[in-house]
Every structure is written in structure tokens, then in C-alpha cells.
């Protein structure tokens, strides 16, 4: 077979069904091969940045490995954005950028790029072909990476005479396990174990801190089975959220400067013992390592990198290994235990709704977020897939829109935070549950930066609803130069954009609603076609809210 052949052999062998990306010169020989055979589908984007973040979807939701590619050149600093994201996200992307000959390298040639250094930094695998031979086993080895130990992104740069060149059929086999994650799970060392379980027996208010490894690990049951024998709260990092159905009495919800309140940081800090799950204990979740404040609180720390626990608060057991397993080691350790001395967390979450609940039933002009998130939180079903760009929709989705069930119902580009994420995201989502509805909130900052991305949607016919939170400025920067800086607001604000007529443009169902009372009809309407529809809502600005940021909170 050629090598373009011998790529989406390798491809299928591994399980792929879908794969995002944009056509280039540098392509056509594996354009070619995809046509040919037929079984994995191409969805022909509009931007290669917006492939990558299909595929970062795609995988969050399916727990399979997503797949984008892209031309050389422009091909590879375009699908770098999500790369990168996939990567510190602990997300298992696939990257193929085609490239210029072997035989072309280092004359001038059109789009010659060093992928392999552009590349290095950015994923947890990567590597340039050279000749068609290696196809498979690189291939494989790429699997392997993204989908053992933590989960990340690989990319492979594929020459335009290596698609050319020739494979033996019989190397072109893989394990098709590798093509899920995780694929590998390890297990906790029985002696920390031991250790672990005795801080636990010994503490009177355990709190779990979650992160998007339990998710990641599918390690929601065990998860439940020892915070109920411990009686202990469980909250979330914003990607953890999924971990537990926050309907739970033990549910606490997101903590951190990022959709954390005060009620969620007091539960935080009435914990003498804290366990972090699949969680980096990074600034956001931890409030700049205040809450835990250091000391404060002995430490288990469970994640499957052994690099996370100890790097940023001193630990007293260690656990390393998948969550799953540490989790199911704690709960045979722990057996037969039950706590009696909960820690009560009523009072905090319903403090912590009791005002929300205010602010959402505002009749106020502009609508009020907290509006626009009630509205929202009523009219989806728990399956809902909702995905939030930064901005607006991050900390007050993270917040208050309560998670019904376990898994990914929920998600946000949490390593970079770029804007312009969540419309492409939940186009990979819906493509991997396409059961679910799926829908992205993003501030009028992020559609500036994904717009054109609606033509894909059209032309798909994809049944995906878009919520524009509109306030004409750079909102989430402007509360920034309101508390930090006196109000001297600077190149924040941009011009007013009906966002519902330039979807209309583009051909998607769209509705402009300033009137809070039209909300809920519009949103009803919204989500209950099967055609692609935006909802443009015209919104208080951050600056003016009493967002759940900490940094703003007097
Ligand atoms: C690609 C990128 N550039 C800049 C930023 C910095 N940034 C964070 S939030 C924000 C403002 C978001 O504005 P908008 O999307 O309109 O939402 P709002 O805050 O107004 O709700 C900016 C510029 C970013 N996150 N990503």
C-alpha cells in the first residue's frame, strides 16, 4: 500500500471513526487515500485551529482519541492552538500536518516549517516521517503516548513523497485498545495505600478536591463509594466537573478563583485532610495556593503523573497511579469504615444558591447572567453537553449550572483559556454524542474568534445551539481593570455586533433577545430544533456583575 494508504490503515486499525481538518497542496495524496476507503468520515473545517478543538471535543466526550489534520505551513501554526490545549488539558489529540518532499528540505520551498521543534514543546509525542516504512510503528507509538500514563497530544508531521512511498500490508496493524483512555491503568503502591487510609480513618473533616482526572479515568463510582464511607464533601476543579452529580448531598461543587464563591472556598477551608484527584492543585482551583492555605490541611494526593503531588503543596501520601485504581485500593483499605462526624456543606450551597436565585429571577436590563444560566439550567436535559468559553460563561457556568449525572456533561479549555474555543469544541462533542444536545455559550470576544465556523455547522446540518453572551467589550478584562486598576479603563470595549443577523447570514436559526422575559421561549425554541441555532443575548458586562471571581470580589 502507499503511505497515505497505510496512514488511515493505521488510523482505522486504531479505532478512528472521524477526523477533523482543512485540505492543503501538501495533502492531496492522503485526501486521495481517505476518499478511497471510505470509512472514516471527514468533517472539512473552516480554520485548522478549529479542527484541533473538534478533535479536543470530540475526545472529552467519547473518551477516545480525537484525530485533526492540517496542511504544512499555516496548516501547523493553525492546529497548534488546540494541540497545545489537548495537551496540558490531559487530552489524547492526534495531529497529522502534512509537509512539504523530503526531497524539498532546506531550498526555500513554499510552507517549509521545522514542525518537529514548532511541535516539541507543545505535545507529549511528536515526531517528522522521513520514509514511508516507519508509518506504522510511528503511528503506533503515537497512540500509545496519548492514551497511557496522562493522556495528551501527539502530532506527526507526514512528508508529501513519504504519502507516496511504500508499506508492506502485513506492518500495518495496530492494538486497538490504544485508541481509547486510558489505556493502560497503573496501580498505587499497597504501602501508601496503608498510609493513606490511616490519614483517612484519622480525619475528622476529609474534603476531596477533583480534577478532570477522575472524569479522564471514568473513576466516578469509586469516587462516590469513599466519600460516602468518609461522609466527605467532593468538590471540583471547573474540569472535574462530572466527577459527582452535584444534585448530591455530598457534591460541593467548583472551588477556585474561577467560579468559586465564598461558600465553596469556607468548605475548603474547614478540611483537615484534603485529597486532590487527578487534579494539579493549580492556581486557578486553589486560589493561587490559598485555599488549602499551606499547612492548613494534611494532603493525600492521588494523580496518575507522579510530577503533580508535591510540586505545589507538601504532601503526606503520595498516590500514584490512575484514579480508578487508587480510589478502589482506598475503598478495599477502607472497608467496613463509616464516619459519622460529616462536615456539613448544606448551609454553603444553599447560601451560595439563595443568592444566585436573587440575581436569576432579575427582570433587569441588560439580562442579568445569572439570568441567562437559570434559563439555561431549565430548559437542557441532564445529558445536555455544555461547553463554555472563557469570559462570562466560564465562572458562572462553573458555578451555578448544576451537573446532573456523572461524566463529561460539561467542559472548558482550562490550560489556556483561549477565546474562541466552544464553538468548534461542541462540534467535536456532538460528532461523538450525537445523542446529546450539544451547546456552546461563548462571549462576543470568542465568536469574533470562531464566526466562520458557522458555515461548517450549515453545511453539516448540525442540531447544535450557540448562546452569545453579548456586552460589546472585553468584559473579563475590564472587571480586571476595575479592581486592579480604578476603573482607567483602556482598549477593552468594541463596537455592538447583532450576532444574530451574521449567523443568519450564514444560514443558522438565530434570535436577538434584550427583553429577559423573552429568554426562556427563545431558549425553549432554541433547543428543541434539530437545525443549528444562536441565541444572542444582550447581556449585563462583567465589570458591572457580581461574577464568581474571586479577584473582583470585594
Ligand atoms: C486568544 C485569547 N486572547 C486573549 C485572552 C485574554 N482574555 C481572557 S478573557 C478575555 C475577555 C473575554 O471577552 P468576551 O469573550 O467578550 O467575554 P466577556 O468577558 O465580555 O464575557 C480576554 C481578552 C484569551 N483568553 N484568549
Redesign the pocket.
Known amino acids: 500500500m502507499t503511505g497515505a494508504e497505510a496512514v488511515v490503515e493505521m488510523l482505522r486499525a486504531h479505532g478512528v471513526e472521524v477526523i477533523f481538518g482543512l485540505c492543503g497542496d501538501t495533502s492531496l495524496p492522503l485526501y486521495d487515500a481517505l476518499a478511497r476507503q471510505g470509512s472514516i468520515r471527514h468533517v472539512l473545517t473552516r480554520d485548522e485551529r478549529h479542527a484541533a478543538y473538534m478533535a479536543d471535543g470530540y475526545a472529552r466526550v467519547t473518551g477516545k482519541v480525537g484525530v485533526c489534520e492540517g496542511p504544512s505551513g499555516g496548516g501547523a501554526t493553525y492546529l497548534l492552538p488546540g494541540l497545545v490545549e489537548a495537551n496540558e488539558s490531559s487530552i489524547p489529540v492526534l495531529a497529522i500536518n502534512t509537509d512539504i518532499a523530503v526531497s524539498s528540505r532546506g531550498k526555500f520551498t513554499l510552507t517549509e516549517l521545522d514542525q518537529r521543534l514548532l511541535m516539541r514543546p507543545l505535545t507529549k509525542w511528536n515526531a517528522v516521517l522521513d520514509r514511508a516504512a516507519d508509518i506504522p510503528r510511528v503511528f503506533r507509538a503515537a497512540f500509545e503516548s496519548m492514551t497511557t500514563a496522562r493522556p495528551g497530544s501527539a502530532h506527526i508531521a507526514l512528508p508529501f513523497d513519504v504519502q507516496n512511498g511504500t508499506v508492506e500490508d502485513s506492518e500495518a496493524w495496530a492494538d486497538p485498545t490504544l485508541g481509547g483512555y486510558p489505556s493502560r491503568r497503573t496501580a498505587p503502591d499497597p504501602q501508601l495505600v496503608e498510609l493513606a487510609a490511616k490519614l483517612l480513618r484519622n480525619s475528622k473533616a476529609p474534603v476531596f478536591i477533583c480534577g478532570g482526572g477522575v472524569v479522564i479515568s471514568q473513576a466516578e463510582s469509586e469516587l462516590l463509594e469513599l466519600a460516602g464511607k468518609l461522609s466527605a464533601p467532593i468538590a471540583t476543579s471547573i474540569s472535574g466537573k462530572g466527577s459527582v452529580d452535584e444534585q448530591h448531598a455530598l457534591a460541593a461543587g467548583v472551588v477556585g478563583s474561577n467560579g468559586g464563591t465564598p461558600e465553596t472556598r469556607a468548605i475548603v477551608d474547614a478540611a483537615d485532610l484534603i485529597i486532590f484527584v487527578g487534579c494539579r492543585a493549580g492556581s486557578v482551583t486553589t486560589e493561587r495556593w490559598r485555599h488549602p492555605a499551606p499547612g492548613t490541611a494534611r494532603i493525600i494526593h492521588i494523580d496518575v503523573d507522579p510530577a503533580v503531588p508535591g510540586t505545589n503543596y507538601r504532601v503526606d501520601v503520595p498516590l500514584i497511579g490512575d484514579a480508578r485504581l487508587c480510589l478502589s485500593a482506598l475503598n478495599e483499605a477502607m472497608n467496613g469504615f463509616k464516619n459519622r462526624n460529616r462536615l456539613l456543606i448544606e448551609q454553603q450551597k444553599s447560601g451560595k444558591f439563595e443568592k444566585f436565585r436573587a440575581l436569576a429571577e432579575s427582570t433587569a436590563t441588560p439580562i442579568r447572567p445569572e439570568r441567562v444560566v437559570a434559563e439555561l439550567s431549565k430548559a437542557l436535559d441532564s445529558d445536555a453537553i455544555v461547553v463554555a468559553?472563557?469570559?462570562?460563561?466560564c465562572p458562572y457556568l462553573s458555578a451555578y449550572y448544576v451537573v446532573r449525572g456523572t461524566g463529561r456533561r460539561y467542559f472548558s479549555n482550562r490550560a489556556?483559556?483561549?477565546?474562541?474555543y466552544a464553538l468548534a469544541a461542541c462540534i467535536g462533542a456532538h460528532y461523538g454524542r450525537p445523542s446529546a444536545k450539544a451547546v456552546a455559550v461563548?462571549?462576543?470576544?470568542?465568536?469574533g474568534?470562531c464566526a466562520g465556523e458557522l458555515e461548517t455547522v450549515v453545511r453539516l446540518k448540525l442540531p447544535i445551539t450557540f448562546v452569545v453572551?453579548s456586552?460589546a467589550?472585553?468584559?473579563?478584562?475590564?472587571?480586571g481593570q476595575k479592581s486592579g486598576y480604578s476603573e482607567r479603563y483602556f482598549s477593552v470595549d468594541f463596537g455592538v455586533t447583532d450576532h444574530a443577523r451574521v449567523a443568519a447570514a450564514f444560514g443558522v436559526k438565530s434570535w436577538r433577545v434584550a427583553d429577559p422575559s423573552e429568554l426562556s421561549p427563545v431558549l425553549k425554541n432554541a433547543l428543541s430544533s434539530a437545525q443549528p441555532t444562536l441565541v444572542d443575548i444582550v447581556?449585563q458586562?462583567?465589570h458591572e456583575a457580581q461574577a464568581p471571581v474571586s479577584e473582583w470580589v470585594a
Request: glycine share 20%; proline share 10%.
Open positions: 468559553d472563557p469570559g462570562t460563561p489556556h483559556g483561549a477565546l474562541g461563548m462571549g462576543d470576544g470568542s465568536f474568534m453572551i456586552n467589550t472585553y468584559g473579563w478584562i475590564k472587571a447581556c458586562p462583567l
